[in-house]
């Protein structure tokens, strides 16, 4: 190969088998074997003893769905304790099951065919082996070089490089860079087989690991603690793949509808009225957003909880934007000070209810330190974080999310605040993987060694400080809701997720709506409860694709509410480069603004008047599409599957897709080909074989299956409709609040047979479940030929001044022209105006003067 190899240059040899086994019994539900350890072939003695017996155990559960699990059937290792939705016995049958499953010796290993095409898909009958009790190693073969996922880690494309490449999980506060662990711990992969078929990989283990991928194609995972927990995800495309991951893990949560909005939020805001002043810019210069948030500024010395004396104006500030329509979401750290000289009552009702980390087998907390200040000292500043630390931080105490009388104080606390405080409509938690600013404990001391110095340590940042570097120490102890006490060493990647739902819980009963909870730590199934920010990235050209690459990531982990800081939180942002990330972040699901302390302001109102303009024209084509973008993230959470879409999920049949990560989808018809390099006028992007309209015209680009060069004028973004869709769209407005009173649209973009289907899910855009509850509204559009109709799937939430059909928009349409439009709506007929451009087949239909309201059918026909 021409790529300078960088296999290691030692091996284990053919020979290895470092376990025999003893025996297998194959049944209807699955296999099970029992294995011996080799002493006369074990090569890996160290670093840590070698467990002797283990048990194999396979289940079949679904056709499309196994489970392969190697544990030490003699003593009860630490297993996951995160729930997933798993039938109680297997459903599958031998005649539909998707896969065979074969146990092999010499060397001991697993292999899982795919029964259509014969292909073994896992293998890992290779040498090497090793379960030991702090250190275990597999490896399996893979089906080709195209492999997806492991996280949460910045990637330089979607698709992995398997040129010997290692790279190491474990949460961590640590700003995106390359092989750099970071903030989420996701041990899932997704792997192509050939044109039609795809499979997914779970790995159920929240110990530290790394994983090598080897050009074999192979990949190997050693890690420092708990069990192997594998389950696999047959597809066969790579959506169906990913739907049925999320069955098991939990389907993405479902976002307000003001969610869907843009957002601004910064850290450095100094007092209320530079809040305003934000506030203020925007809604002169007429740029639609939804939020604005509050970073630890708003807080007393940083403590969860308090308003700051600069803040003492916000609660009336929030309640005054709140009456316009504006939601407000605030931060909360996980730390909590015990340095307060008056009470305060987050610590001390946390003591009285035992909520915090201690150190194991003592009443001891384990103090640290973040962001909370001590009372009474003068903060300097001028100061570094490190420098901050010895002058003016407080000891703080991490609460222990696992215990169930912590959920219960967590939400008093922020009841509490909402009701005696301030209000807010979401909650942003941060710092939770847990980040801390000294080494396990304010002492730097922690007090056992081979627990924060593992004897095999995976290939993470600072490996050789230890894994208590800037975090709890790995001794201290945690206690699940069952009671049973474990170790930090093992839930440490689980901190973020166990604090999720306890926060998504307590604030619907603080607020009695559905809200939301942005998550900076995730782990499998905290998709369920959040949505993510892509966490603390610079203000760089390369940090443009990587936000896409990140953001095709989570969508496969579950997690579809993400996006990145739109123009970069570190160093003061450029306008070229913030244009560019206006354009792109305006199709972000999470969108928004963010930017760090001391920096210039970056928000759209801040640059100048075309930048004003350009950023109000990009966001009103967004919150035209939100009832798309909307019902998008219903049909993700009701069915799983992903919204910001890969373009091999929809076109896997087309090999260049499998590479392309600087375009994506919204769902399966919205494209966007964003610039992501300065003093770019064009843009390359695939066109996948279907019939795209640019969404600016509404002119077919009659290019397919091929490489273009788009024109990209700076204050421009390439958008394309594909054919055979309808989307749901509403005029834009100042916020969502008034956008979901305004005329409704319909864009029917015809397929080269004259067809075309969408949906459009309404609710409240507020309440808690409606979708579980049965309180929405579902209708299905379809086009054929020169007839558009309406079907009425649920008719559970009406309201009519949300739902006027005001303009109806044929893209497409055969080049005859139109004499007369009809529309058959609550019995009666009558002919609509409508204007035609026969040059470009389109045809617009204005509704607006006839009071059509999408709650009943409608037949819009033309001759």
Avoid at 46 to 75: A, C, G, W
């Amino acid at each position: 190969s021409h790529l300078e190899s960088k296999a290691p240059e030692c091996f284990f040899p053919k020979e290895d088998n470092s376990y025999l086994v003893q025996s297998t019994q194959y049944s209807s539900l699955g296999v099970t074997a029992d294995l011996q350890l080799n002493t006369a072939s074990t090569r890996i003695k160290l670093p840590s003893d070698p467990i002797p017996t283990l048990r194999v155990e396979v289940k079949y559960h679904k056709d499309y769905m196994l489970q392969f699990k190697i544990y030490d059937p003699q003593n009860k290792r630490y297993e996951v304790p995160v729930p997933l939705n798993i039938p109680t016995t297997p459903t599958s049958t031998y005649e539909n099951r998707l896969y065979d499953v074969e146990i092999k010796e010499n060397p001991f290993g697993i292999q899982i065919r795919r029964r259509s095409t014969g292909k073994v898909i896992w293998d890992s009958r290779l040498p090497g082996f090793a379960f030991n009790n702090q250190f275990i190693q597999i490896s399996t073969r893979l089906p080709s070089e195209y492999i997806y996922g492991f996280g949460e880690v910045e990637h330089t494309a979607f698709k992995r490089d398997l040129n010997w490449n290692t790279w190491g999980m474990f949460t961590r506060d640590q700003p995106p860079g390359y092989k750099l662990n970071s903030y989420g711990f996701h041990p899932y992969y997704m792997a192509l087989e050939d044109e039609s078929h795809a499979h997914g990989v779970l790995l159920l283990n929240s110990n530290a690991m790394d994983v090598t991928f080897q050009p074999t194609p192979a990949l190997t995972y050693r890690i420092i603690g708990g069990i192997l927990d594998f389950y696999m995800f047959l597809g066969p495309s790579p959506e169906v793949a990913t739907k049925q991951y999320h069955e098991v893990i939990g389907r993405p949560v479902m976002p307000p509808y003001w969610a869907l909005g843009f957002q601004l939020c910064r850290y450095g805001y100094r007092n209320t009225s530079q809040v305003e002043e934000v506030y203020n810019d925007m809604v002169t210069a007429q740029i639609p957003y939804d939020v604005q948030y509050t970073d630890i500024d708003y807080m007393e010395r940083q403590l969860d909880f308090t308003i700051g004396e600069e803040f003492r104006e916000l609660p009336k500030f929030v309640d005054k934007i709140r009456n316009e329509g504006m939601r407000y979401i605030i931060i909360l750290d996980p730390a909590i000070s015990g340095n307060e000289t008056e009470p305060y009552p987050a610590f001390d009702r946390g003591q009285e209810k035992d909520v915090f980390v201690k150190w194991p087998n003592t009443s001891d907390i384990c103090w640290a330190k973040v962001w909370p200040d001590l009372p009474n000292v003068t903060i300097d500043e001028s100061l570094t974080e490190d420098e901050a630390v010895n002058a003016s931080r407080a000891h703080v105490a991490f609460p222990d999310f696992f215990r169930n009388s912590t959920a219960e104080w967590w939400a008093r606390e922020i009841i509490d605040f909402y009701n005696n405080q301030m209000k807010f409509d979401g909650l942003w938690i941060d710092m939770n993987e847990p980040s801390s600013f000294v080494n396990g404990t304010t002492t730097n001391q922690c007090r056992n060694t081979e627990l924060n110095y593992p004897p095999y340590f995976p290939e993470l940042t600072k490996r050789t400080e230890g894994l208590h570097f800037r975090t709890m120490c790995m001794e201290t102890e945690q206690i699940l809701s069952d009671g049973s006490s474990v170790l930090h060493y093992d839930v440490h990647n689980l901190y973020g997720w166990s604090q999720v739902k306890p926060t998504y819980d307590a604030l619907q009963k603080a607020t009695g709506k559905r809200g939301i909870v942005i998550s900076r730590s995730t782990y499998p199934t905290a998709g369920r409860w959040a949505g993510h920010w892509l966490g603390d990235n610079y203000a760089k050209w390369d940090n443009l694709d990587k936000s896409i690459i990140g953001m095709m990531e989570f969508s496969l982990f579950g997690i579809s509410y993400t996006g990145a800081d739109i123009c970069g939180f570190f160093n003061n942002s450029e306008y070229q480069l913030c244009a560019r990330w206006m354009q792109l972040g305006a199709f972000y699901p999470y969108s928004r603004n963010h930017n760090i302390a001391f920096t210039r302001r970056q928000d759209p109102a801040s640059w100048n008047e075309t930048f004003s303009e350009m950023s109000r024209n990009i966001l009103n084509i967004r919150y035209t599409l939100l009832p798309y973008f909307y019902t998008q993230m219903h049909e993700i959470h009701a069915y799983g599957g992903t919204v910001i879409r890969p373009l091999l999920h929809e076109f896997f049949n087309e090999k260049p897709t499998w590479d392309i990560f600087k375009q994506f989808l919204w769902g399966p018809a919205f494209l966007v080909t964003p610039v992501l390099e300065p003093f770019a006028d064009t843009v390359q992007g695939y066109v996948p074989n279907a019939r795209w309209f640019d969404y600016h015209t509404g002119k077919d680009i009659g290019i397919r299956e091929t490489f273009h060069i788009f024109s990209a004028p700076l204050y421009e973004i390439n958008l394309h409709v594909r054919g055979g869709h309808i989307l749901p769209c509403q005029e834009p407005a100042q916020n969502t609040f008034f956008s979901r009173q305004n005329f409704m649209k319909l864009i029917v973009a015809a397929d080269d047979n004259q067809t075309a289907q969408g949906n459009l899910f309404w609710d409240d855009g507020e309440t808690i479940d409606t979708y579980e509850r049965d309180l929405y509204f579902l209708v299905q559009f379809n086009f054929n030929k020169s007839i558009l109709t309406s079907t009425i799937l649920k008719n559970s939430y009406i309201n009519r001044n949300e739902m006027r059909l005001g303009y109806v928009l044929i893209w497409g349409k055969e080049k005859t022209s139109v004499n007369e439009v009809n529309l058959i709506y609550n019995g009666n007929k009558e002919t609509v105006p409508f204007v035609e451009d026969l040059n470009q087949e389109i045809l617009n239909i204005d509704l607006r003067g006839l009071n059509v309201t999408l709650d009943e059918p409608i037949e819009i026909s033309w001759s």
